[in-house]
């Protein structure tokens, strides 16, 4: 590793968290003669590259902050670097820097620091806010503020799987939520298709998030967590609120999944170039009964399967008095094969947007798993 860039990583441990940007930009005034430093964050609906201090957001498909952000490597075009911030996975955006030599050895550095500011904005970010108010182009509505802290993140790669998932409307939704972690041995995955209107949503799709993540961490197994949260969901509302999930458990060393269906969200699996929805038990909403025995079901994933799960939201979506229904959906899943799991959500929303005319009105999640086969 550089000097330069062992003095940037420095700096960006030693620098307040508001000023990670301009720190990082005084290394690299020293070091390669940059000048001019800008992060562009990602908006809440991954349609715009926003601005951390000045300049205007970023729109345009084919413009090389986007060509960098979309194909997660660096872009040099006449003196000006774009360079992926991306943090295991989870891109946050991408670094302006200018002027830079066309020079293999420093874009590389470069792309190193940036990787580096990636992992130190999520550091410092639940301390300060930043950087994620600068990443919203309108006001969150309450309950969205609530349901985004909540998420683990928008995508995440480790060497067995790629995972990505997308809320609609990003900045006013209510109940629909997911949640994953992984230990290196078996990704935990969670869709939830909320219930209700506003922050009452919100508060119902917390309650769950929260019980399946105290079970979770207690070793409990998928069955077991979800009696725990259709528990504790019961205690509080006594049956007159309840919400749909899908919990999954994959171990990575098998590709074996495991599956609890209450009453969940569509799971919808990409093999080979085929699209078919994998048949799944159905059992009751969490909440909706007390003391509900929920079962499990396995079945095994194959290297190179891609697996979609979305709510109703999404096969619901009406334009024109249309809905966009099961075989818009397969057909658009389809061609997502060669796409990211991050660029397939992002890319699906966007289908949706374009095929309502504007923001979705009823919630939509969707998430994306590639299983890429078990690793030493």
């Avoid at 410092?124 to 994620?132: L, M, Q």
Wanted: aromatic share 6%.
């Amino acid at each position: 590793m550089s000097e330069p860039v062992n003095r940037a990583r420095r700096t960006l441990n030693e620098t307040p968290a508001d000023r990670l940007v301009g720190g990082v930009g005084d290394v690299l005034a020293g070091s390669y003669g940059i000048t001019h430093v800008e992060l562009y964050q990602v908006d809440y609906r991954l349609a715009e590259l926003l601005p951390l201090t000045e300049g205007d957001s970023i729109t345009s498909p084919g413009h090389p902050a986007w060509r960098a952000f979309d194909h997660q490597s660096p872009i040099l075009t006449d003196g000006t670097a774009w360079l992926p911030v991306t943090m295991r996975g989870e891109r946050r955006g991408v670094l302006r820097l200018s002027p830079v030599a066309d020079d293999r050895e420093v874009v590389a550095a470069l792309a190193e620091i940036a990787t580096a500011l990636a992992h130190e904005v999520a550091a410092v970010s639940a301390g300060t806010d930043v950087y994620r108010a600068a990443r919203r182009t309108q006001r969150l509505t309450l309950a969205a503020e609530m349901q985004w802290d909540l998420l683990p993140g928008r995508s995440r790669i480790r060497p067995s799987f790629s995972l990505a998932g997308q809320l609609e409307p990003a900045y006013a939704v209510r109940g629909d939520s997911f949640d994953w972690s992984d230990d290196g041995e078996r990704l935990w995955l969670s869709t939830i298709n909320g219930t209700g209107e506003g922050v009452a949503a919100s508060l119902l799709t917390s309650l769950a998030t929260h019980a399946l993540r105290n079970a979770r961490r207690a070793g409990l197994s998928l069955a077991d967590q979800a009696a725990l949260a259709d528990q504790a969901i019961y205690d509080l509302y006594r049956g007159e609120q309840h919400l749909s999930a899908l919990l999954m458990e994959l171990d990575l060393r098998s590709g074996m999944m495991t599956v609890v269906d209450a009453g969940s969200p569509r799971l919808v699996l990409l093999r080979d170039g085929d699209v078919t929805e994998q048949p799944l038990e159905a059992q009751f909403p969490l909440g909706m009964f007390e003391a509900t025995d929920y079962h499990e079901q396995k079945f095994p994933l194959e290297r190179g399967d891609r697996v979609f799960v979305v709510s109703d939201g999404v096969v619901e979506a009406t334009g024109q008095h249309v809905r966009y229904g099961e075989t818009a959906l397969d057909r658009f899943l389809r061609r997502t094969g060669p796409m990211a799991p991050l660029d397939a959500v992002r890319s699906l929303i966007g289908d949706l947007r374009a095929f309502v005319a504007g923001d979705l009105v009823d919630d939509a999640v969707v998430v994306c798993l590639d299983w890429t086969g078990p690793q030493p």
